[in-house]
């Protein structure tokens, strides 16, 4: 017999994840209902299409007109606030997607964990900046990767205990400029084309600038509960090992596969069990090449300053997640270099690492680090956009 089709919620649902999982449910629509939606409000004729097409009850976003549509999409029921995705998010489902780009995704993460729906988090900005509150909020097995690295790592540690891993390798593509000796001059188009992953463009952008590795080390050490001295990272450019866990016997088990997100997302929502066609597999026919290197730490800071702000704990993460959320908009809006972004960063939590290392009670703790670390990192780019 068919198990029962899996309630699914998506916060996100017309971003870079959100429409990737919506195709996969569509394929599968047996096993997946889609209850409810929000998104952001930018997109809102994709945000129609989605609640037709999936006969979605609830629909919520952070801005957008009510007439629209409550005209488009009659009978269902319409949630227009800022706090739509955690008003979504309180709706019971079986998994609650959470897709949104960016550290407003945290207090949605935490009212789907409070309504006890498992989440699947593909908003790694929810461990970074309030991991020991989600953490605590998290029953165990609540919680489930749905960024590929993450997704690998789980799938990697069925095949030990967790007393038995010695170290978490965390693989990196290297982004577009891997290779690019002088990285001063590098464009916004520049830096929003990645070789091997179709992204939103925040994320993009961190993969060049690796900052978004960092994010996923301290990702890794929440949802985990590994130690940061046994994380590390490994670039890999051709994105097909999407992360490794090496256990106590020496022995390393990592997990390969094209590099698409479907595969990652449809765990996620089908956790523990696979689904079935999800993507198409490697082909064993053709040749391959796997490389694996160091990372250049020098080029590339933002991995080591992600540690340890890990390290710090308390606000750090969220700190250094702000300063970065900052500096890449300032960066997409022409204000600021490449190479600016993760020295702005560093810049900010030199300033302020002292600050913002105080254990987090609440999310009015994390914000209040946010916005010391926004206005700080905001005035580092007025004073580099007047050099
Ligand atoms: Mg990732």
Same mark, same amino acid.
């Given at each position: ?30 096993? @997946?209902?889609?209850?409810? /939606? ?16 999936? *006969?979605?009850? $609830? ?14 999409? !009659? ?14 998010? &309180? ?13 407003? *995704? ?30 605590? #909020?998290?029953?165990?097995?609540? /919680? ?18 967790? =007393? ?59 949802? @985990? ?5 046994? $994380? +590390? ?15 106590? +016997? ?7 596969? !094209?590099? +698409?997100? %479907? ?8 956790? !523990? ?13 053709? =040749? ?8 250049? %730490? ?5 991995? +080591? /300053? ?10 750090? !993460? #969220? ?19 490449? %190479? ?13 690492? *002292? ?11 994390? =914000? &209040? ?12 780019? &007025? ?5």
């Amino acid at each position: 017999m068919a198990a029962a089709p899996r309630s699914v919620v998506i916060l996100g649902s017309t971003g870079s994840i959100g429409t990737q999982a919506l195709a996969l449910i569509a394929r599968n629509r047996a096993r @997946f209902t889609v209850t409810a /939606l929000a998104a952001g409000g930018g997109n809102l004729p994709l945000l129609i299409e989605q609640a037709k097409s999936f *006969g979605v009850a $609830i629909v919520g976003v952070a801005k957008g007109d009510r007439k629209v549509l409550q005209d488009a999409l !009659p009978g269902v029921e319409i949630i227009i606030s800022e706090n739509a995705a955690e008003e979504i998010a &309180a709706i019971p489902a079986d998994v609650t997607l959470n897709a949104m780009s960016g550290s407003i *995704g945290l207090k949605p993460t935490l009212a789907a964990l409070k309504i006890g729906n498992n989440v699947a988090l593909a908003n790694k900005e929810s461990l970074v900046a309030g991991g020991p509150l989600v953490v605590a #909020a998290a029953k165990h097995g609540q /919680l489930i990767a749905v960024d590929s690295e993450h997704s690998a790592l789980a799938q990697a540690m069925r095949s030990g205990a967790q =007393s038995e891993i010695s170290r978490v390798i965390l693989t990196a593509s290297g982004g577009p400029f891997r290779a690019r000796e002088d990285l001063s001059n590098v464009s916004v188009d520049e830096a929003l084309n990645h070789p091997t992953w179709n992204m939103g463009p925040v994320v993009t952008i961190n993969s060049a600038t690796l900052v978004n590795k960092g994010l996923e080390i301290i990702e890794a050490h929440f949802l @985990f509960d590994i130690p940061y001295s046994i $994380i +590390d990272a490994v670039i890999h450019p051709q994105s097909i090992v999407h992360s490794m866990v090496e256990f106590n +016997d020496g022995s390393v088990i990592a997990q390969a596969s !094209p590099p +698409d997100m %479907t595969l990652p997302i449809s765990l996620a929502l089908n956790w !523990p069990d696979r689904l079935a066609g999800a993507i198409t597999p490697l082909q064993w026919g053709a =040749s391959h090449t796997w490389e694996f290197a160091p990372v250049d %730490t020098l080029r590339f800071p933002a991995i +080591d /300053l992600a540690r340890r702000c890990g390290v710090v704990g308390g606000g750090a !993460p #969220a700190a250094f997640n702000a300063a970065n959320e900052e500096a890449v908009a300032a960066f997409i809006t022409k204000k600021i270099s490449f %190479t600016d972004i993760v020295e702005i960063v560093d810049d900010v939590l030199s300033q302020i690492g *002292g600050e913002v290392s105080a254990h987090l009670r609440d999310v009015h703790d994390v =914000s &209040a680090v946010e916005e010391n670390a926004r206005a700080v990192a905001r005035d580092l780019v &007025a004073r580099r956009g007047r050099r």
